[in-house]
């Protein structure tokens, strides 16, 4: 994919030398548009499989000795197709959002988590974290058939996640820094050699900030999601969640499928 997004940048820039602008303009487009396209083609058949089969590690269902294999296997299971996976993600994206909104139907927070300006944002901005955290928490509990273990994982993280909540600001500032750590490492060098070659230099941060963005996926969120989830597991242990706000989270997952494979 970088190789495909640096072609098609360098092609850009050769067009812009000569070319009119509605053809830069169409060039950078379709540039965009092919790596968005690729890097949803891979989420689909690929990429979801395995942070499912991540998540469903850190919950401790599945052994070192099972190995990857095994474990994308009982990923499967719980969580069959990508539509599901989806829905999940969204209906948690959901939920979360009203927990921190507080809108009236969620209880309100207890007196020492009210959180409020630059931990707000925070907060909002760290749900696609939690969200998977709490994943986790539902795979530790028995799986997402159904939504239950999703519903019960998220009444516990409500009711007792007060230091996870805590924990995935920080997280989320970590995951931060460690994005521009990478893109100043890799856009520094390729400033000087891109304007060392006489080769047009924003091609190279272009190129800096591909490159970092999958850095970043690929070792720095997984991980702060790691931590998180085992923070959360950790929190979590030994407590019953409350069928009462069970029952709330329920209006938030319209589309939890029936058991599925058990």
Same mark, same amino acid.
């Given at each position: 994919?970088?190789?495909?997004?640096? +072609?098609? #940048?360098?092609?850009?820039?050769?067009?812009?030398?000569?070319?009119?602008?509605?053809?830069?303009?169409?060039?950078?487009?379709?540039?965009?548009?092919?790596?968005?396209?690729?890097?949803?083609?891979?989420?689909?058949?690929?990429?979801?499989?395995?942070?499912?089969?991540?998540?469903?590690?850190?919950?401790? @269902?599945?052994?070192?000795?099972?190995?990857?294999?095994?474990? %994308?296997?009982? &990923?499967? @299971?719980?969580?069959?197709?990508? &539509?599901?996976?989806?829905?999940?993600?969204? !209906?948690?994206?959901?939920?979360? /959002?009203?927990?921190?909104?507080? !809108?009236?139907?969620?209880?309100?927070? /207890?007196?020492? *988590? $009210?959180? =409020?300006?630059?931990?707000?944002?925070?907060?909002?901005?760290?749900?696609?974290? %939690? +969200?998977?955290?709490?994943?986790?928490?539902?795979?530790?509990?028995?799986?997402?058939?159904?939504?239950? &273990?999703?519903?019960?994982?998220?009444?516990?993280?409500?009711?007792?996640?007060?230091? /996870?909540?805590?924990?995935? @600001?920080?997280?989320?500032?970590?995951?931060? &820094?460690? %994005? %521009?750590?990478?893109?100043?490492?890799?856009?520094?060098?390729?400033?000087?050699?891109?304007?060392?070659?006489?080769?047009?230099?924003?091609?190279?941060?272009?190129?800096?900030?591909?490159?970092?963005?999958?850095?970043?996926?690929?070792?720095?969120?997984?991980?702060?999601?790691? +931590?998180? /989830?085992?923070?959360?597991?950790?929190?979590?242990? *030994?407590?019953?969640?409350?069928?009462? #706000?069970?029952? @709330?989270?329920?209006?938030?997952?319209? !589309?939890?499928?029936?058991? =599925?494979? $058990?």
């Amino acid at each position: 994919m970088v190789i495909v997004l640096f +072609g098609m #940048l360098l092609l850009a820039s050769r067009l812009a030398g000569g070319a009119r602008p509605v053809v830069v303009v169409v060039v950078t487009l379709l540039a965009v548009l092919g790596g968005w396209g690729c890097s949803r083609v891979l989420q689909h058949f690929f990429l979801y499989r395995h942070r499912a089969a991540m998540l469903l590690y850190f919950s401790g @269902r599945s052994t070192v000795p099972a190995g990857l294999a095994a474990t %994308l296997e009982e &990923s499967k @299971r719980l969580i069959p197709d990508h &539509s599901r996976w989806v829905f999940l993600n969204r !209906d948690l994206r959901q939920a979360l /959002s009203a927990c921190v909104r507080r !809108d009236g139907v969620l209880p309100a927070p /207890s007196p020492g *988590d $009210r959180p =409020g300006g630059a931990a707000r944002i925070l907060d909002l901005l760290a749900m696609g974290l %939690l +969200g998977q955290a709490v994943l986790s928490l539902a795979y530790a509990r028995g799986g997402t058939d159904g939504g239950r &273990s999703v519903r019960e994982g998220l009444a516990l993280y409500i009711a007792h996640g007060m230091e /996870s909540r805590r924990l995935a @600001r920080q997280w989320l500032l970590f995951s931060a &820094s460690g %994005l %521009l750590f990478l893109f100043l490492c890799l856009a520094i060098p390729n400033w000087v050699l891109f304007s060392s070659a006489g080769a047009p230099v924003w091609i190279g941060i272009a190129l800096a900030a591909a490159i970092a963005r999958l850095l970043h996926q690929a070792f720095i969120v997984p991980f702060a999601l790691a +931590g998180l /989830s085992a923070a959360l597991l950790a929190e979590t242990r *030994d407590r019953i969640p409350d069928p009462e #706000l069970g029952a @709330r989270l329920a209006a938030f997952f319209p !589309d939890a499928a029936p058991a =599925g494979r $058990r």
